[in-house]
C-alpha cells in the first residue's frame, strides 16, 4: 500500500505576520492612551495626596522679623533667601543692586545694625531683631544724605548701577572713621566696583562728606 502523501494534504507554511506600519502604530497607541486617560487609570498632578507630597516637598521655610529703614517687617521667607533677595522680591526695596550675586561686587551694600554687608550673601533667616538701612532709608524726606548730595556735586556715577551700594559702603566707612586719608578710604571701600572708572569723583565725594572738603 502507497503511503505517498499528496501535496493537498501538507499544511501551507505559516507566514510569519506583518509589521504595523508607523502610521498604524502611532494611532494605536493614541487611542491606547487616550482611553486609559479617559478611564482614570493614570494619576494626575492632582490627584489624591498630591497636597500632602508636595508640602512635603517644599524647603524649609522661617518667619523672621526685621526693622528696614525704621519700619518692622515680619516675614516668612525660604530658609536660603538672600537679604537681597527679601528686600528686593518681599518688601519691593529695588534700590539695592544684584550685580554678581557673590559678594564680590559691592553693588547690593546694605548697613546691618550700622555694619556694611553685602545683602547678597547675608541669610534673611539669621536677622531676626535686626536694623536694616538700605539706600532708600538714607535720605530725610526731600533732603539727601550728605553723601547723596555729595555724589551729585562730585559727578561720582555714570550708569549709576553701582551707586546704592557705592553711597551705602561710603556711609559705613564715614562711620566706621576710616576717612584719614584718600589712600585709606580707597583701601576700605576697595569692595566696592565701579565698571565706569568714577573711583577718583568717588573719593571726593566721601572724603567731602567726612571732611568738608
Given at each position: 500500500?502507497?503511503?505517498?502523501?499528496?501535496d493537498s494534504a501538507v499544511p501551507p507554511p505559516a507566514t510569519?505576520?506583518?509589521?504595523?506600519?508607523?502610521?498604524?502604530?502611532?494611532?494605536?497607541?493614541?487611542a491606547v492612551g487616550g482611553a486609559v486617560v479617559a478611564g482614570g487609570l493614570v494619576a494626575g498632578p492632582f490627584g489624591p495626596g498630591a497636597e500632602e507630597a508636595a508640602a512635603a516637598d517644599a524647603p524649609p521655610s522661617g518667619r523672621v522679623s526685621l526693622t528696614v529703614n525704621g519700619q518692622r517687617h515680619t516675614v516668612t521667607v525660604d530658609n536660603r533667601t538672600s537679604l537681597l533677595d527679601l528686600l528686593r522680591e518681599h518688601l519691593d526695596l529695588t534700590g539695592s543692586k544684584k550685580g554678581c550675586n557673590a559678594g564680590a561686587c559691592g553693588a547690593c551694600t546694605v548697613l546691618v545694625d550700622g555694619r556694611r554687608v553685602n545683602s547678597c550673601l547675608t541669610l534673611a533667616i539669621r536677622l531676626e531683631g535686626a536694623e536694616v538701612t538700605t539706600i532708600e532709608g538714607l535720605a530725610?524726606?526731600?533732603?539727601?544724605?550728605?553723601?547723596?548730595?555729595?555724589f551729585i556735586e562730585q559727578d561720582a556715577f555714570q550708569c549709576g548701577y553701582c551707586t546704592p551700594g557705592q553711597i551705602m559702603s561710603g556711609v559705613g566707612c564715614i562711620q566706621e572713621g576710616?576717612?584719614?586719608s584718600k589712600d585709606e578710604i580707597r583701601e576700605w571701600m576697595s569692595?566696592?566696583?565701579?565698571?565706569?572708572?568714577?573711583?577718583?569723583?568717588?573719593?571726593?565725594?566721601?572724603?567731602?562728606?567726612?571732611h568738608g572738603k
Open positions: 500500500m502507497s503511503t505517498e502523501v499528496t510569519p505576520p506583518s509589521e504595523p506600519s508607523r502610521r498604524t502604530f502611532v494611532a494605536t497607541t493614541a530725610d524726606g526731600d533732603e539727601l544724605h550728605p553723601l547723596q548730595q555729595a576710616h576717612t584719614g569692595g566696592n566696583i565701579c565698571r565706569c572708572g568714577c573711583y577718583v569723583k568717588i573719593v571726593r565725594a566721601v572724603e567731602q562728606t567726612a
